[in-house]
């Protein structure tokens, strides 16, 4: 009895483990765990909750012995949500456009000088600490959001699934340091201080910035799409002195 | 809801057919963006329907960075060997990006301030 219940297990597990369903539940099972304990924490941008779902992912996949093709089968369909939410970026846009036309000139000179910054001096540094070519290149876009930075590390040649996990490294990072940076700094204005972190540390930065301060996520939702565009324009050239 | 979803969807489309035919460096969703964003400028209003659905979608952001954040276990040999490179290029160059970009706004916004009020 208890065999024939193992057997059914088993070939529930089989049929279930190549099927999209399974995997697409899982994934926002996990992230759904991971913004509990978000919250729990009181908001703690440390206790993130995007790498808590990938935490447990990656365990229970490498747990189960499921390849991350087959996990993708039915996780791509949280991943195409990606698209629809980078147009979605026009609507904070619209909606703050008095104030962004305001400060137009500040926007564009940041811009420029920000988008620079993050993708020279990571290629930079890792070129000089010894990194190989290709993730060097993959580096470039690490600032901006995943969808658009994939598209770029392919493009100037990197490897675009390691982008995506440099990426999100990079969102939780400037989500941890930012609030401290800018104090130390002495930046007190909340469209330079959403501004920057948008720039650096894409949605999950603004995420982090519309936390704190209503305007500073404006801005902050302002530079993620207004980076993307700066980035897939300066990435490839700025990669030349990487090749 | 259904309308709204299938704008943003033809926004994003019209931008992949617009960079895939002229070879841009952009990728579609984000000359969807652009798009859209001069269609509420031009129109100069923004349906309810689809800012409901706009601000849905950005409220969960951070769950679709997920299945590609999951690509870490495609990648366990390389960030394995070349972690320490990765980490301190990710660390040091975000601080970095914030502060100049936060100092530079800061800056021209100064100047253009006292520009204005000569």
């Keep these: 009895m208890?065999?024939?219940?193992?057997?059914?297990?088993?070939?529930l597990w089989v049929y279930l483990h190549t099927q999209p369903l399974l995997w697409l539940c899982v994934t926002l099972a996990a992230y759904v765990a991971g913004h509990i304990l978000h919250e729990r924490a009181g908001r703690a941008p440390v206790v993130n909750s995007v790498a808590i779902a990938v935490a447990l992912l990656v365990a229970l996949l490498l747990g189960t012995g499921t390849s991350y093709a087959t996990y993708f089968e039915g996780a791509q369909f949280v991943h195409f949500l990606l698209g629809p939410a980078t147009v979605a970026l026009a609507?904070?846009?619209?909606?703050?456009?008095h104030v962004a036309a305001r400060a137009v000139v500040p926007i564009a000179v940041a811009l420029l000088a920000g988008a620079v910054t993050a993708s020279l001096s990571a290629m930079a540094i890792a070129r000089v600490l010894g990194a190989s070519r290709e993730s060097v290149l993959s580096l470039?876009?690490?600032?901006?959001?995943?969808?658009?930075a994939m598209g770029i590390a392919q493009h100037i040649g990197g490897a675009p699934s390691l982008t995506a996990v440099l990426v999100i490294l990079t969102g939780i990072v400037g989500a941890v340091i930012a609030t401290p940076l800018l104090n130390a700094l002495g930046i007190r204005d909340w469209r330079a201080r959403g501004f920057s972190v948008g720039l650096a540390a894409h949605g999950l930065g603004a995420a982090r910035a519309f936390q704190v301060h209503d305007m500073a996520g404006t801005f902050a939702g302002l530079a993620v799409g207004l980076n993307g565009i700066a980035t897939a324009i300066l990435a490839p050239l700025l990669a030349e002195f990487f090749r | 809801m259904i309308v709204a979803l299938t704008i943003l969807l033809s926004c994003q489309l019209a931008g992949e057919i617009v960079s895939q035919a002229l070879h841009l460096p952009v990728p579609g969703p984000v000359l969807g963006m652009v798009l859209l964003a001069t269609l509420l400028i031009v129109r100069g209003r923004l349906p309810a329907a689809l800012e409901q659905a706009a601000d849905t979608l950005l409220r969960h952001l951070s769950l679709f960075f997920v299945p590609a954040a999951v690509g870490v276990i495609s990648n366990g040999a390389r960030i394995a060997r070349e972690w320490v490179p990765l980490s301190v290029s990710v660390v040091v160059s975000t601080a970095l990006a914030i502060g100049v970009t936060a100092l530079v706004f800061r800056l021209v916004d100064r100047l253009m301030t006292r520009g204005a009020a000569r």
Aim: no cysteine.
């Design chain 1, 2 to 11: 208890i065999r024939a219940g193992h057997t059914t297990l088993v070939s």
């Design chain 1, 140 to 148: 470039a876009a690490k600032s901006v959001t995943t969808p658009i």
């Design chain 1, 91 to 97: 609507v904070p846009l619209f909606r703050n456009r």
